[in-house]
């Protein structure tokens, strides 16, 4: 029988992330092993290490998965024009939190690199994502304060880390009680008492 085509390194490092974000839906994070990945992937122990010489790069490239589909979501949702500054604002945060309600490992994934004491590449990537995506929302909240469609005591990059605090509490707060199914649903109940608008 003829050996089936081998799979471009690419694409095995995709399955490898996916392989990692579908078991850490389904157990603790810090208790995935290398060996469980490979076998969710139909591969040897050995092949998964020649496309991640460690378990950190293998978490990092995760993350840095999940960082590029969301920025691709929200520079579309961007290029979409003729929506005003506070509705995109509150669409971002509700792409955010309907992206970790599809992919709840990474979310646990997160959550568990946080309680590390030492930095990782996978935390660092994740780092570096909020900081452009509260740039994101400053910007967009400038334009709504200089359209006078939101007043606010604070200055708009404080808002923007307000939003993105109280978005990641609900975050936490649903995967403790296990209802990430109603993730959107709560953020936007939440996102009209966040952002006032003026005149409403």
Known sequence: MPRAAALPAAERRNLAVQALVELAAETAPDQISTAAIALR?????????????????????????????????????????????????????????????????????????????????????????????????SVLLAVAVSQGMLRSPLPEAALANLLLACCEGLMLQALV?????????????????LLPRVGC
């Open 41 to 137: 992937m139909g591969t040897s122990h050995a092949a998964l290490f020649r496309h991640f010489p460690s378990r950190d790069a293998l978490w990092a490239e995760s993350v840095r998965w999940a960082t590029d589909e969301l920025e691709q979501r929200f520079t579309a949702l961007a290029a979409q024009g003729g929506v005003d500054p506070l509705h995109e604002v509150e669409q971002l945060l509700l792409l955010h939190g309907d992206f970790v309600r599809q992919y709840p490992g990474l979310l646990r994934m997160f959550f568990a690199e946080l309680q590390r004491p030492q930095p990782s590449p996978a935390r660092e990537e994740a780092r570096a994502f909020m900081a452009r995506f509260r740039q994101r929302l």
């Open 177 to 193: 009680h296990g209802t990430l199914a109603e993730l959107t649903t709560r953020t936007r109940e939440a996102l009209p008492l």
